[in-house]
Structures are given as structure tokens and as C-alpha cells.
């Protein structure tokens, strides 16, 4: 005998009908605006931003002698504004774009002048919640890294080179060297493998090796070796490298694209990675010279915070320490043997601090990555050392040798049709003077 249906039945069914729309059949989750994420990321673009202005231009001010205070902090907020419009013009759709014909090299230029990206574009930060922000945020935030390196570069040639030179070059060095190799690393170019959380090849290689070429291409300032340079202002320098430090939050911790677990522990280990590479320095410069200096620290801070970068995102707390110890002792002696041995005056050490410290955080992230408490330890899928340091060393040669290479023949070109250096008179009186007709202090 049949059960008559009853009205209890009846209703579930009418609920189910109802909420059936409410359902997704699809294997993709539906993609929303991450308002927490899209919060956690704006603060990181102007932690970054931070850096270069005022961090950055502060912390190389006081390295430079009085007389050309302003020619530094001058480069500083100019490279600001303009590779912020060539950025948005041509660089970040040549980096990041996703219109080249030959993806693995270049991004093209579909998403030149930000054509492609309006109000309501979306990047997709979390694919398994489809959690995304504003893709104009993201042109923003890698902005600010384009913004830096090429004002890393200018400790390569400082108190030396015409100011409308540098700007020549800063702009043509973003597009042919940074972009590029922005691709390539992030951008799914050929080094895609390589693990490079924030910056150690695209930022940090880059940047030593540019100021490495500029500063044997200009040749050395008057009377250096012989003569003592001593920093005019440590005061400035110790409070740009502290906002440098607070920015780089920002600049690694931010280069996941969202909040989280990941953003956290990167923001630790950028910690500990600093704070092991200034003490280190500390120590092996009071143990060599008799003192710890209030330079030194600083010094190995910045040190520590370019070797953990690349690293930032695979390797745990231990690890970070064991690499912020590495830089402080490696870059110690980097920048001695720059400076003692080689003669080179790369002015404000960009190479042995930001060059080296590079090299040696992509290359130490393929085994603390996978060792000690590595985050890649036990994934199943996850490479062995060996595989990784392959990726990792094709990654540093790659980029050494594009840099390299790219950045003499721009500085030629500028040279032939501009010049690179003032002349001696000029040098001698100062580029706060004879490039902008103005003076740092009125005493």
C-alpha cells in the first residue's frame, strides 16, 4: 500500500526547488573582490612606495658628502615620477602583460597605458576561493618596485653623474632590463621555476650589477681611493634605513598578493633575516676594525633584508636566521674586497650589499626551502635541492648576464650623445651646485 505524501514532504521539496539556484555545479569557484585582501595590499603598495621616498633617498643622503645631499635626494623623488609613467605607459603590460605573442620572453604591449585593465578588473589572488583584488592594484604595487631599483643604481654612481644622464637611463633601463626580466621570473617567462618571492633577481642582481657596469663605466670620483669620503649625516642615513626596514614589509610580505598565514610568516622571517645580518656585520666589523659602527649595522640590516628577500616565502624562521647570518658576514667582506682590493668605487656598496646579498638569498632558498623548517620540506610534489639550485643558478646567470650587458650598452649610447659624468670642475664644487643651482645646508 502506498504512503500518501505528506505536507512535510511536500515542503522540503518546495525548499529544495528554492535553493537550487543557490547551488554551483561549477568545478570554479565564483571570483569576488577580497575586500581584506585588497585592504592588506594597499597598505603594502605605500609601504613600498616608503621606501624609495623618503626611505631610500634619506638613508643614501647622509651616505654622500654636504655638497651634493640634494643631487641625491633630487634623484630620488625624479625617478619616483618618472618610472611611475613609464611604468603605467609601457612597462608593466611588457613585464606582466599578458598580450605578448611570445609569452615566455616578453608580456607585449596589449596592456600598454593600462589598455585592458578598468574599474571593475579582477586578479585572482587565491584560486581555490577565487578571493581576487583590483588588477589596477596590481599595476600599482609592482609599480613601486620598478620605482626602487633603478634608485638602487644611483649608489653605483653617485656625486658623479649628470642628472639628465640618469634620467636617460632610468628610463631606458626599466624597459630593457627590468621589464624583461620581470617576465621572465614572474611574469611565466622561461625562469618561471625559480623561486624568487619578492625580488632577489628581478630587484636586488639587477640593481648591483647596473651600479656595478655604471660605476667602472664613469670611472672613480675625485680622489678615491686616497682621500677619505666619510657619510656628512649618519643621522639621515640610520633614519632611511628605518623606514626601509618598516617598508620592507611591504615589499616582501605583500608579494604574495594577499593576507594570511604565508603574508605572516614572510613579515617573521624578513624580521629575523634583518636583524641577523646587522649584528653580524656588527660584530665582524668590531672584531676586524676595533669598533662596531653605527654604519655598519645599518649596513648589514640592509644586507640581511636583500638575501632573505628572495627566500622570504619558502623558508621558515630558522632558516632565515642561518641566511640573515650569511649576508652580514659574506657582504662584509664583499664590500672589503670591492673597495680594498678591486679599487672599484662603487660609492654607496649596491653591488657587494644588494648584488651579492641577492645571489646568495636565490641560491640559499633552493636548500633552506627544502631543508630545516623549509615550507617546501615534505610537499609531495616539491623539487629536489639539486633540481631547484639548477633553476636557481640559471635564474642568477641569466640575469647578471642581461643586466650586464644591457646596462653598458645604454650607458654607451648616453654617452655618446649626452655624457655621463659632470666635468671636474663641477665634481669638485659639488652637484647640489652645478646640477640644480641649490644648496643642501646654508652654512
Not at 611570445?102 to 584560486?127: E, P, Q, R
Not at 651646485?433 to 644648496?439: G, L, N, R
Amino acid at each position: 500500500m502506498k504512503k500518501p505524501i505528506t505536507k512535510k514532504f511536500i515542503i522540503a521539496i518546495s525548499l529544495a526547488l528554492l535553493l537550487l539556484p543557490l547551488v554551483s555545479f561549477s568545478a570554479e569557484p565564483k571570483v569576488y573582490l577580497s575586500a581584506g585582501d585588497t585592504a592588506w595590499m594597499l597598505t603594502c603598495t605605500a609601504l613600498v612606495l616608503f621606501m624609495t621616498i623618503p626611505g631610500l633617498a634619506l638613508f643614501y643622503a647622509g651616505l654622500v658628502r654636504s655638497k651634493n645631499v640634494l643631487s641625491v635626494l633630487m634623484q630620488c623623488f625624479a625617478i619616483t615620477c618618472l618610472v611611475s609613467l613609464v611604468w603605467f605607459a609601457l612597462g608593466f603590460s611588457i613585464a606582466l602583460g599578458n598580450g605578448g605573442a611570445m609569452n615566455s620572453v616578453w608580456g607585449g604591449l596589449a596592456n600598454a597605458f593600462g589598455n585592458g585593465i578598468d574599474f571593475d578588473s579582477l586578479y585572482t589572488v587565491d584560486k581555490s576561493t577565487g578571493a581576487s583584488i583590483p588588477k589596477i592594484l596590481v599595476l600599482m604595487f609592482q609599480m613601486t618596485f620598478a620605482i626602487i631599483t633603478p634608485a638602487l643604481i644611483i649608489g653605483g654612481f653617485a656625486e658623479r653623474m649628470k642628472f639628465s644622464s640618469m634620467l636617460w637611463f632610468s628610463a631606458a633601463w626599466v624597459l630593457l632590463v627590468y621589464a624583461p626580466v620581470c617576465h621572465w621570473v614572474w611574469g611565466g617567462g622561461f625562469l618561471k621555476d625559480t623561486w624568487d618571492l619578492a625580488g632577489g633577481t628581478v630587484v636586488h642582481i639587477n640593481a648591483g650589477v647596473a651600479a656595478l657596469v655604471a660605476a667602472i663605466m664613469l670611472g672613480r670620483r675625485k680622489g678615491f681611493p686616497n682621500t677619505p669620503m666619510p657619510p656628512h649625516n649618519l643621522a639621515l642615513t640610520v633614519a632611511g634605513a628605518s623606514m626601509l626596514w618598516v617598508g620592507w614589509f611591504g615589499f616582501n610580505a605583500g608579494s604574495g598578493l594577499m593576507a594570511g598565514n604565508a603574508a605572516a610568516m614572510t613579515m617573521l622571517v624578513t624580521h629575523l633575516g634583518a636583524s641577523t645580518g646587522a649584528l653580524a656585520w656588527m660584530f665582524m666589523e668590531w672584531k676586524k676594525f676595533g669598533k662596531p659602527s653605527v654604519l655598519g649595522i645599518v649596513t648589514g640590516m640592509v644586507a640581511g633584508l636583500g638575501t632573505i628577500t628572495p627566500a622570504s616565502g619558502h623558508v621558515g624562521p630558522i632558516g632565515a636566521i642561518i641566511i640573515g647570518l650569511s649576508a652580514g658576514i659574506v657582504c662584509f667582506y664583499a664590500t672589503q674586497y670591492l673597495k680594498r682590493v678591486l679599487k672599484i668605487d662603487d660609492s654607496l656598496d649596491v653591488m657587494p650589499v644588494h648584488g651579492v646579498g641577492g645571489i646568495l638569498g636565490v641560491m640559499l632558498v633552493a636548500v633552506f626551502g627544502l631543508t630545516l623548517d623549509g615550507l617546501q620540506k615534505g610537499v609531495a610534489d616539491a623539487p629536489s635541492i639539486s633540481t631547484q639550485l639548477g633553476h636557481q643558478a640559471l635564474a642568477v646567470v641569466v640575469t647578471i648576464t642581461w643586466c650586464a650587458l644591457m646596462t653598458f650598452i645604454i650607458l654607451k649610447v648616453i654617452d655618446k650623445f649626452n655624457g655621463l659624468r659632470v666635468n671636474s670642475d663641477d665634481e669638485n664644487e659639488g652637484l647640489d651646485i652645478t646640477q640644480h643651482d641649490e644648496k643642501g645646508y646654508n652654512f
